[in-house]
Nanobody, 115 residues
Framework: QVQLVESGGGLVQPGGSLRLSCAAS????????MGWYRQAPGKQRELVAS???????SYADSVKDRFTISRDNAKNTVYLQMNSLKPEDTAVYYC?????????WGQGTQVTVSS
């Protein structure tokens, strides 16, 4: 089993920044993909960004050039630096750890962008 603990959400004004962190523990696999998804009220959960253990990165078009995903393999931790935040970025953000076809999820952290 893999446990994921997220931190870093909160309330921020439009144009502001937040940094999310997610630490994985338990049974850690050397080949994996970690990422962030988000779900706004009334909407489906969507991929925000992902990064493989080999460094391959993917972003949703809506966050390109504003968000940056990174990871520290020694700490089994993934980060999401979010800049130039917009009200439409408001959602619960979930950390994801994927090994082969198995997905593990964090409990979610609320990000609210509002003036």
């Amino acid at each position: 089993q893999v446990q994921l603990v997220e931190s870093g959400g909160g309330l921020v004004q439009p144009g502001g920044s937040l940094r999310l962190s997610c630490a994985a523990s338990g049974i850690i696999f050397s080949i994996n993909t970690m990422g962030w998804y988000r779900q706004a009220p009334g909407k489906q959960r969507e991929l925000v960004a992902s990064i493989s253990s080999g460094g391959t990165i993917s972003y949703a078009d809506s966050v390109k050039d504003r968000f940056t995903i990174s990871r520290d393999n020694a700490k089994n931790t993934v980060y999401l630096q979010m800049n130039s935040l917009k009200p439409e970025d408001t959602a619960v953000y979930y950390c994801n750890y994927k090994v082969s076809m198995t997905n593990y999820w964090g409990q979610g952290t609320q990000v609210t962008v509002s003036s």
